[in-house]
Structures are given as C-alpha cells and as structure tokens.
C-alpha cells in the first residue's frame, strides 16, 4: 500500500466519523479489515497518525476552513471536500515529512474521485490560498477567528 492509498484510507476514516458512525478508533479498525491486502505496520500507523492528528486538531482546523470559504458555513460544504480538506491541512500545518504540495495534489485528486464535479477546483481553492502563506494561516502560530 502507497502512502497516497493510505491517505485515501484516513479520509475514509475520517468521512466515517464526521458521519457520525464510529469513533475514529473504530472507523481506523474497520476500514483496515475491509482491505483486500493488508497494510503493513507502517502503513497502519501512517493512518493512524493522520487520523488522529486530524482529530486533535479538527477545531483549528476547521476555523482556518471557515475563514476561507465565507459565502459557504462548514455546516453547508459536503462532506467529501470538507474531510479531505481537514486532512490535508493537518498535513500541511502539523507534518513537516510531507511537502504542502503534496498534500495539495492527493487532496484535489481524491476530491475529484470522491466528491462533486466541482470539488477539485473547490478544494484547490482554498488549498492553493493556504500554500501561498502558511504561516499567515497555522492556527497555532495566529489567533484566527470564526
């Protein structure tokens, strides 16, 4: 398993939770015994460490989501774009091993097999505002407010 499939796995993960099905301890569980191919140790613990950074982090998170996309609430974006964004947030503001670029390019790509039409522009969007000036958007490193 790719780091992109396992990538893959912790937004299913987190989709899951936000539906308010499992916990993500549980989501993780299941989503991994319904692969096809076992992932190895590291691969399991790269999900579980998107999963739960994502988690830890999902308020912060979801502020600087909100502060971008003003004409839409977080209680109005689908779920899909707003999952695959919180992950690839985390990974751009909490993980220095993966380039923001990176993060970019897996979250419009599973944005397009998962979500709307128009999700891959949408999701780059906000992204693409985020990797200008990170710095201006870490949630821990400036107060931003709903």
């Not at 994502?54 to 899909?80: C, E, F, H, M």
Request: one cysteine or more; glycine letters at 4%.
């Amino acid at each position: 398993m790719s780091r992109k499939r396992a990538r893959e796995m912790a937004f299913l993960v987190l989709f899951q939770v936000d539906l308010g099905q499992l916990t993500p301890a549980k989501a993780v569980f299941h989503t991994i015994q319904e692969l096809e191919d076992e992932p190895s140790k590291e691969e399991k613990e790269f999900i579980c460490a998107l999963v739960n950074g994502t988690w830890q982090y999902l308020a912060d998170i979801d502020r600087v989501i909100a502060l971008l996309s003003q004409d839409w609430p977080l209680n109005r974006l689908g779920k899909v774009d707003l999952n695959i964004m919180r992950l690839a947030l985390y990974e751009i503001f909490f993980r220095e091993d993966i380039p923001p670029k990176v993060s970019v390019n897996e979250a419009v790509e599973l944005a397009k097999i998962y979500g709307s039409q128009e999700s891959g522009r949408f999701v780059n969007g906000i992204l693409g505002k985020i990797v200008q000036d990170i710095a201006s958007y870490h949630p821990l490193k400036n107060k931003i407010s709903p």
